[in-house]
Nanobody
Framework: QVQLVESGGGLVQAGGSLRLSCTAS??????????MAWFRQALGKAREFVAV????????EHSESVKGRFSTSKHATENTVYLQMNSLKPEDTARYYC???????????????WGQGTQVTVSS
């Protein structure tokens, strides 16, 4: 069974930075066509797409709301993906989840496995 573990969340002031990590269980990435994505969910709101990375070549996409501020990368050898978040805003406050799936997508329902999430709180 695939397991995903996120880390790196916390409390930060507006304008600050955080780096989230998501590590997958070892056997997940033996298949090069897996993708990993970041989603977030604020209180009372639906879960929304943040970023996605294609494991085979590292190609990434980001939502319009974070483009230019957030970047996504993968570790060269470990099954870990990073979400670097810069110039954080109070509206970025949410619980951030990583997910893994078989298709390169921004759609929540197309992802098969999810982590427990890590809380990011940005104070004004």
């Amino acid at each position: 069974q695939v397991q995903l573990v996120e880390s790196g969340g916390g409390l930060v002031q507006a304008g600050g930075s955080l780096r989230l990590s998501c590590t997958a269980s070892e056997d997940t990435f033996t298949r090069a066509w897996f993708t990993m994505a970041w989603f977030r969910q604020a209180l009372g709101k639906a879960r929304e797409f943040v970023a996605v990375i294609r494991w085979s070549d590292g190609y990434t996409e980001h939502s319009e709301s974070v483009k230019g501020r957030f970047s996504t990368s993968k570790h060269a050898t470990e099954n870990t993906v990073y979400l670097q978040m810069n110039s954080l805003k109070p509206e970025d406050t949410a619980r951030y989840y990583c997910a893994i799936g078989r298709k390169f997508s921004r759609v929540v329902s197309l992802y098969d496995y999810w982590g427990q999430g890590t809380q990011v709180t940005v104070s004004s």
